[in-house]
C-alpha cells in the first residue's frame, strides 16, 4: 500500500468529553481527502492528532512509515514544518510581513537565507494568480487571494501532506469554489496528499475521498 499517513486506533478526550473514540484513518500519497461531520464530531481533533499538533491519548500516527506522535513537541514541530503544510479557515498570515515573506516564512524558519527564501516564494505568485502581489501586505489583499497566499505558504517546503480546516469557510460561494480548485490542483501538481476539514459538501466534492465523523467515529465511504 501506498500510504502516506496512517492514524491507528487513535483516541482523545477532554476531560468528560470523548473526542476521539478510536480512530483508523489511512491516507494514500497524491490523494485528497475531506473529512465531513457535524460540529463538534471531532473532526479538528482528529487532524490535529495526525497533523502532531496534538498528541492522541491512545493509538498511533505515523508518517511514511515513521512513527510520529510518540515525538517530543521539539521533533513535531520540526517535522510540521518541513514535511506538512497547513491552509487554516482565516489564512493566519501575519499582518506585518509583505505576502511574499508570509511564503518565504517556513523556508526562513527552516534557515534557508532571507534572499534564496523570497526568490523561492515568488515562484509561487504567477501559478497562483497572485502576479503583482508579492509586497502586499496581508490587509490590502482580499480573502481570496490571502488564502491563495495561504496556500503557497502549505506548499512552499515541498510538504507530504497539506492540512487544511475549514480553508473556505471566510470566503463566498464563488471565491471558495476557485480556492478549492487552485487548493486541490496545486497540491496535486507538488505531489502531496490533502487532507480537508469541511461542513461543506461543495468543499468536499473537490477530494477524492469522503469520511464521515460522528461522535468521534468514523463512518466511512460516504460519497463526495
Ligand atoms: P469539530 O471539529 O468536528 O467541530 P472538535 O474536534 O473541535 O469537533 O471537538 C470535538 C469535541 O471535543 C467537542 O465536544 C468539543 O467541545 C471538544 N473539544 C475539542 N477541543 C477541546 C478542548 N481544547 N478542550 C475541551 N474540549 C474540547
Redesign the pocket.
Known amino acids: 500500500m501506498n500510504d502516506v499517513l496512517v492514524g491507528r486506533a487513535m483516541k482523545k478526550s477532554?476531560?468528560q468529553?470523548?473526542?476521539?473514540g478510536g480512530v483508523d484513518i489511512a491516507i494514500q500519497a497524491g490523494e485528497a481527502l475531506a473529512i465531513m461531520?457535524?460540529?463538534?464530531?471531532?473532526?479538528?481533533?482528529?487532524?490535529?492528532c495526525l497533523a502532531g499538533i496534538m498528541k492522541p491519548d491512545a493509538g498511533e500516527v505515523h508518517l511514511q512509515g515513521q512513527r510520529i506522535d510518540a515525538m517530543g513537541e521539539r521533533k513535531r514541530s520540526e517535522l510540521r514544518r518541513t514535511r506538512f503544510g497547513f491552509v487554516f479557515q482565516f489564512g493566519q498570515l501575519l499582518p506585518e510581513l509583505p505576502a511574499e515573506e508570509n511564503v518565504a516564512l517556513p523556508l526562513m524558519l527552516g534557515g534557508v537565507p532571507r534572499t534564496q527564501a523570497v526568490r523561492q516564494a515568488r515562484e509561487w505568485f504567477g501559478p497562483l494568480g497572485l502576479q503583482s502581489m508579492e509586497t502586499r501586505r496581508p490587509g490590502e489583499l482580499s480573502g481570496g487571494q490571502a488564502q491563495r497566499v495561504a496556500i503557497a505558504r502549505a506548499l512552499v517546503s515541498k510538504p507530504a501532506v497539506v492540512f487544511a480546516?475549514e480553508p473556505t469557510g471566510a470566503l463566498d460561494q464563488r471565491t471558495g469554489h476557485d480556492t478549492m480548485r487552485l487548493l486541490v490542483e496545486a497540491t496535486k501538481h507538488n505531489g502531496a496528499s490533502l487532507i480537508v476539514?469541511t461542513h461543506d459538501p461543495n468543499v468536499a466534492g473537490w477530494c477524492d475521498r469522503t469520511v464521515e465523523?460522528r461522535d468521534?467515529q468514523l463512518v466511512s465511504g460516504v460519497a463526495a
Open positions: 477532554f476531560g468529553t470523548v473526542a476521539l461531520g457535524p460540529s463538534g464530531s471531532g473532526k479538528s481533533t482528529l487532524l490535529h480546516d476539514v465523523v468521534g
